[in-house]
């Protein structure tokens, strides 16, 4: 079923539908490849996602049966299955990826949490999940923590495609488009083939709105009232603003003259966490060309039911958001500041998702150990 409606007007407008989750029954039911007939082009994945796939149904108690007899551990035995099951929806992305030149057709994995601070550390698992899941349209999901930053260079130097996560601030996003730039310019000096390596910058947004909420109401004035949910459609738009500055640059000019593709923005956590806006807000206020925009499927649906009329949200607008930001500074809140608090709560909140991911999987192999049915 092509896509019609307002999802096919967002996608006329070039933004690329990506689905934001993945899990074993998706892919044995047929609903991925149903997604993608409705117009998903890539899909995301993070450690909250694989935690709630693995908790939910029966759909992987077969593996963790013959896992737990081969006496796989359990960091083995979710490496295994993550990478399978990212593996398994590469290939039914693989003729999107075909169809768009290696543009669209991604699919995303996320390097262990727990190395977000290290970055040899990150750079030895990116090699090893590229290596597992040996597809050419699957990106190596890095956290744009401080010491992220070299090892996204690295990875992309060894010519493996990025998806660059957990990013709230313009500082930190432009030290990320530098990263980006640097490991082309390294894979170039390698011997890569540019043509082949992509990378997505994911600027989460909802979660912006959702920090500066608070203080805002804390405040109480009419003024604090009336900027409610619209710090981090203002954060983003001026983020598009800096991949803009990047591609006007003389740096990137001779890369693109070698075959390079842009490091695209990704919209990530574009759910909305506060039930009073408009389920399709982060979606609507972020039209723009060349952008990917990765959601749930709740707010998937809602676009495709009530989403807007793929109008460009973003081009244009960085003068007023920049006004926005300062209209926040003026009372107190500086984005940027709250984006250290996000960045840190983002790498916890993988952590916790990694620890009962563990758990779940554990549990698993003893039941099968035990000659339980119940393997997880």
Same mark, same amino acid.
């Given at each position: 079923?092509?896509?019609?409606?307002?999802?096919? #007007?967002? $996608?006329? /407008?070039?933004?690329?539908?990506?689905?934001?989750?993945?899990?074993?029954?998706?892919?044995?039911?047929?609903?991925?490849?149903? %997604?993608?007939?409705?117009?998903? &082009?890539?899909?995301?994945?993070?450690?909250?996602?694989?935690?709630? /796939?693995?908790?939910?149904?029966?759909?992987?108690?077969?593996?963790?049966?013959?896992?737990?007899?081969? @006496?796989?551990?359990?960091?083995?035995?979710?490496?295994?299955?993550?990478?399978? =099951? &990212?593996?398994?929806?590469?290939?039914?992305?693989? !003729?999107?990826?075909? #169809?768009?030149?290696?543009?669209?057709?991604?699919?995303?994995?996320?390097?262990? !949490? #727990?190395?977000?601070?290290?970055?040899?550390?990150?750079?030895?698992?990116?090699?090893?999940?590229?290596?597992?899941?040996?597809?050419?349209?699957?990106?190596?999901?890095?956290?744009?923590?401080?010491? @992220?930053? !070299?090892?996204?260079?690295?990875?992309?130097?060894?010519?493996?495609?990025?998806?660059?996560? %957990?990013?709230?601030?313009?500082?930190?996003?432009?030290?990320? %488009?530098?990263?980006?730039?640097?490991?082309?310019?390294?894979?170039?000096?390698?011997?890569?083939?540019?043509?082949?390596?992509?990378?997505?910058?994911?600027?989460?947004?909802?979660?912006?709105?959702?920090?500066?909420?608070?203080?805002?109401?804390?405040?109480?004035?009419?003024?604090?009232?009336?900027?409610?949910?619209?710090?981090?459609?203002?954060?983003?738009?001026?983020?598009?603003?800096?991949?803009? =500055?990047? +591609?006007?640059?003389?740096?990137?000019?001779?890369?693109? /003259?070698?075959?390079?593709?842009?490091?695209?923005?990704?919209?990530?956590?574009?759910?909305?966490?506060?039930?009073?806006?408009?389920?399709?807000?982060?979606?609507?206020?972020?039209?723009?060309?060349?952008?990917?925009?990765?959601?749930?499927?709740?707010? %998937?649906?809602?676009?495709?039911?009530?989403?807007?009329? @793929?109008?460009?949200?973003?081009?244009?607008?960085?003068?007023?958001?920049?006004?926005?930001?300062?209209?926040?500074?003026?009372?107190? $809140?500086?984005? =940027?500041?709250?984006?250290?608090?996000?960045?840190?709560?983002?790498?916890?909140?993988?952590?916790?998702?990694?620890?009962?991911? +563990?758990?779940?999987?554990?549990?698993?192999?003893?039941?099968?150990?035990?000659?339980?049915?119940?393997?997880?």
């Amino acid at each position: 079923m092509a896509p019609s409606g307002p999802l096919a #007007r967002l $996608i006329d /407008a070039g933004v690329a539908v990506w689905l934001d989750d993945l899990s074993r029954e998706r892919l044995r039911t047929g609903n991925l490849a149903e %997604l993608v007939e409705r117009g998903v &082009v890539g899909v995301t994945t993070n450690p909250t996602i694989f935690a709630s /796939a693995i908790a939910a149904g029966d759909a992987y108690d077969a593996q963790l049966v013959e896992l737990a007899a081969h @006496g796989a551990d359990v960091d083995t035995a979710v490496f295994t299955i993550t990478t399978d =099951d &990212v593996r398994a929806a590469a290939d039914v992305l693989r !003729p999107v990826h075909e #169809r768009t030149a290696g543009v669209d057709g991604r699919v995303s994995i996320e390097v262990d !949490p #727990r190395l977000a601070k290290d970055t040899a550390a990150t750079v030895a698992q990116a090699k090893a999940l590229w290596a597992a899941v040996n597809r050419p349209n699957v990106l190596i999901k890095i956290p744009a923590t401080v010491e @992220g930053l !070299p090892a996204i260079t690295a990875v992309l130097a060894e010519g493996i495609s990025v998806n660059v996560t %957990l990013i709230f601030s313009l500082a930190r996003y432009r030290a990320v %488009l530098d990263a980006f730039v640097a490991g082309l310019e390294q894979a170039r000096a390698n011997g890569h083939d540019l043509t082949t390596i992509a990378s997505v910058a994911s600027f989460f947004v909802s979660r912006v709105d959702a920090a500066v909420d608070p203080r805002l109401d804390a405040i109480g004035t009419p003024e604090a009232a009336e900027l409610r949910g619209k710090a981090a459609i203002a954060n983003a738009r001026l983020a598009y603003g800096v991949y803009q =500055d990047v +591609l006007a640059e003389d740096r990137w000019a001779a890369l693109a /003259a070698a075959g390079a593709r842009p490091q695209r923005p990704l919209w990530a956590s574009t759910g909305v966490k506060d039930p009073a806006y408009p389920d399709t807000l982060y979606v609507d206020e972020l039209v723009v060309a060349g952008a990917v925009n990765t959601m749930p499927e709740k707010t %998937l649906d809602a676009v495709a039911d009530h989403g807007g009329d @793929g109008t460009d949200t973003v081009t244009g607008t960085q003068d007023d958001a920049a006004r926005l930001l300062d209209r926040l500074v003026a009372l107190g $809140i500086d984005v =940027d500041d709250v984006a250290v608090d996000l960045e840190a709560e983002g790498v916890s909140k993988f952590e916790a998702s990694w620890a009962q991911l +563990l758990a779940k999987v554990s549990e698993g192999l003893q039941a099968a150990r035990d000659g339980r049915t119940d393997a997880r």
